[in-house]
């Protein structure tokens, strides 16, 4: 079956850290950008972070700059999202998106405009995770 399946997440105090894996199934993330989006109750989808298939660099949104980190291991066909001191306000479903094109060298704004149905070739079934105070 091909897929994205994203694990990891989870329930965590305030301060404390989680690492998710976004795993590609089916086919190989070699020449795909990936990134992950988050969606809280009530809120619009943001997106959060990605990463580039031709060199490794990453961008991240400002709400996760400094706490975040994103890497890639082609190897294992995963990516993964290393979040440190977390917040209460980054409770939310995690998920991972995967696309040829070069969407993360956009703008950031237009970054949050994109959409798992009309845009990326990929999208997982995402992960919760929740930051109690």
């Known amino acids: 079956q091909v897929q994205l399946v994203e694990s990891g997440g989870g329930l965590v105090q305030t301060g404390g850290s989680l690492r998710l894996s976004c795993a590609a199934s089916g086919f190989t993330l070699d020449y795909y950008y990936i990134g992950w989006f988050r969606q809280a109750p009530g809120k619009e989808r943001e997106w959060v972070s990605c990463i580039s298939s031709s060199d490794g660099s990453t961008d991240y949104a400002d709400s996760v700059k400094g706490r975040f980190t994103m890497s890639r291991d082609n190897a294992r066909n995963t990516v993964y999202l290393q979040m440190n001191s977390l917040k209460p306000e980054d409770t939310a479903i995690y998920y991972c998106?995967?696309?040829?094109?070069?969407?993360?060298?956009?703008?950031?704004?237009?970054?949050?405009?994109?959409?798992?149905?009309?845009?990326?070739?990929?999208w997982g079934q995402g992960t919760q995770v929740t930051v109690s105070s």
């Open positions: 998106a995967a696309d040829t094109r070069d969407w993360c060298s956009m703008n950031p704004l237009f970054k949050d405009r994109l959409s798992p149905g009309g845009f990326f070739g990929f």
